[in-house]
T-cell receptor
Framework: QKEVEQDPGPLSVPEGAIVSLNCTYS??????FMWYRQYSRKGPELLMY????GNKEDGRFTAQVDKSSKYISLFIRDSQPSDSATYLC????????????FGKGTLLTVNP | IAGITQAPTSQILAAGRRMTLRCTQD?????MYWYRQDLGLGLRLIHY???????GKGEVPDGYSVSRANTDDFPLTLASAVPSQTSVYFC???????????FGDGTRLSIL
C-alpha cells in the first residue's frame, strides 16, 4: 500500500460548485498535513496547513483531518475558474523526521 | 517580492554534459530541498539541507549532488546527464527543517 493515495482525477465541475478533494494515508505517525495548489508551469503553492485532527477554514477553503480514519480533505466552496489547478496533499510526522510525503495530485477544472 | 528564484527556467541538454541548476532564496530559511516532478510519480525528494554547511540524501539522490555554502543558495549539479533525468526540478525552502515548504517555479530540463 502506498503511503499516500490521492485520486488523480481529472475532476471537472461547474463554477459555483462545492469541490471535495481527498487523500488517504497509511502511516499513523503523520501529524502535520498540508494542501498545495499548483498552477500549470508553476511551483506548488502552500494553501492550507493543519496539525493533527480537526478542521481549519480560510476563506472559501476548508481543510479536514480525520486521523482515526487516516483521511484528509480539502473543500472549496463557490468554486471559481481561477481555482483550476492541480491540488497536492502532503504530510509529515514531525520531530526529527523531515520527510514530506506528497500525494500525486488531483487535477481540477472549474468551468465558467 | 520575497521567495525562491530558480535558474534557468528551462534547458535542453545533451546526454553526458554537466549541468548546474541554481536556487536562491531571500527568506533566510534554514532548510532547503530539491525535488523532481514526473508525470505519474509526483514529487520526489532528491537532496536536502537542514542548515548551511550540511546536506543529506533524499529518495532519489543518484546522479545528483548539492552544496550549501551559505544560507541563500542551494545549487543542484548533474555531473553527467542521462535521459532519465529529464524532469521538472523544484527547489523549496522552509524556516525550520520539515516545516511547510515554499517552492520555486521550477526548471524544466530535457536531456537528449
Amino acid at each position: 500500500q502506498k503511503e499516500v493515495e490521492q485520486d488523480p482525477g481529472p475532476l471537472s465541475v461547474p463554477e459555483g460548485a462545492i469541490v471535495s478533494l481527498n487523500c488517504t494515508y497509511s502511516n499513523s505517525a503523520f501529524q502535520y498535513f498540508m494542501w498545495y495548489r499548483q498552477y500549470s508551469r508553476k511551483g506548488p503553492e502552500l494553501l492550507m496547513y493543519t496539525y493533527s485532527s480537526g478542521n481549519k477554514e480560510d476563506g472559501r477553503f476548508t481543510a479536514q483531518v480525520d486521523k482515526s480514519s487516516k483521511y484528509i480533505s480539502l473543500f472549496i466552496r463557490d468554486s471559481q475558474p481561477s481555482d483550476s489547478a492541480t491540488y497536492l496533499c502532503a504530510m509529515y510526522s514531525g520531530g526529527s523526521n523531515y520527510k514530506l510525503t506528497f500525494g500525486k495530485g488531483t487535477l481540477l477544472t472549474v468551468n465558467p | 517580492i520575497a521567495g525562491i528564484t530558480q535558474a534557468p527556467t528551462s534547458q535542453i541538454l545533451a546526454a553526458g554534459r554537466r549541468m548546474t541548476l541554481r536556487c536562491t532564496q531571500d527568506m533566510r530559511h534554514n532548510a532547503m530541498y530539491w525535488y523532481r516532478q514526473d508525470l505519474g510519480l509526483g514529487l520526489r525528494l532528491i537532496h536536502y539541507s537542514n542548515t548551511a554547511g550540511t546536506t543529506g540524501k533524499g529518495e532519489v539522490p543518484d546522479g545528483y549532488s548539492v552544496s550549501r555554502a551559505n544560507t541563500d543558495d542551494f545549487p543542484l549539479t548533474l555531473a553527467s546527464a542521462v535521459p532519465s533525468q529529464t524532469s521538472v526540478y523544484f527547489c523549496a525552502s522552509s524556516d525550520q527543517f520539515g516545516q511547510p515548504q515554499h517552492f520555486g517555479d521550477g526548471t524544466r530540463l530535457s536531456i537528449l
